[in-house]
């Protein structure tokens, strides 16, 4: 029972605690599959390899810096270091190397803002929220402005409607403006179908949120209604593909 407890305890330490990134990370990628085929499957695969694999190599590089040696740094060390080779390996043998040169390129950018920043930072969450965007635009880029605007607008209006920040009623309203700024791109970005509906809502959804943000709301309601609209956009994508 101790060593299950203490399982996990590590695992709380190095998943990343933020459903919101996951979902921020899942979603592109997922979309990459669907409209890019076998490669940009292998690609997401190795994406979210690194993913995982970023915050307990971040954790043990903490420990080591500061030469403390704790029972999870070297676990951590082992698990992050593997999830990093074993994610570049796989995006390596999907020959996408653009895709690659713009994760790294993203994934360095997020670690200097993640160790420069607070953890709440907004700047943080917008960097976080367009690590994987890259990969599905080079897989659809007809709708790359769809693309970027979707997971802004969503950082934006959630962060909100859940009023814990300071810049709670800018963000609220920066989320309406990425909203309809979402609404315009899909008149050309994407042929009328499921998808312009499913990215309608999310468009909405930002309007929504602002007019009730008096409404009282737990995070963890919010975030299932995100993973609502993450897989009706999903779906779409699929009934695109056919």
Request: overall charge positive.
């Amino acid at each position: 029972m101790a060593q299950k407890l203490e399982l996990k305890a590590w695992l709380k330490q190095v998943l990343p605690p933020e459903h919101g990134s996951w979902a921020f990370v899942i979603e592109p990628l997922l979309i990459a599959a669907i409209a890019g085929g076998p490669s940009f499957a292998l690609a997401g695969i190795g994406g979210f390899l690194l993913f995982l694999g970023y915050r307990p190599t971040f954790l043990a590089i903490g420990d080591l810096s500061k030469e403390r040696n704790y029972p999870r740094t070297v676990p951590s060390l082992v698990a992050g270091l593997s999830l990093n080779a074993l994610g570049l390996a796989l995006i390596v043998l999907s020959q996408e190397f653009l895709a690659l040169v713009f994760v790294m390129a993203l994934g360095g950018l997020f670690a200097q803002l993640d160790q420069r920043l607070p953890p709440r930072s907004l700047w943080r969450e917008l960097a976080g929220s367009l690590l994987m965007v890259p990969v599905v635009i080079l897989a659809a880029p007809e709708a790359w402005p769809v693309l970027i605007l979707r997971p802004l607008a969503a950082v934006l209006s959630v962060r909100g409607v859940i009023d814990r920040m300071d810049d709670a009623k800018v963000s609220r309203w920066a989320g309406v403006c990425a909203g309809f700024l979402l609404a315009a791109a899909l008149v050309w970005a994407l042929p009328l179908g499921w998808r312009t509906l499913a990215y309608g809502v999310a468009a909405s959804r930002t309007l929504h949120l602002a007019l009730t943000c008096s409404w009282e709301r737990k995070a963890t309601h919010v975030g299932i209604a995100e993973t609502v609209v993450a897989s009706l956009i999903a779906l779409s994508w699929i009934e695109a593909a056919g």
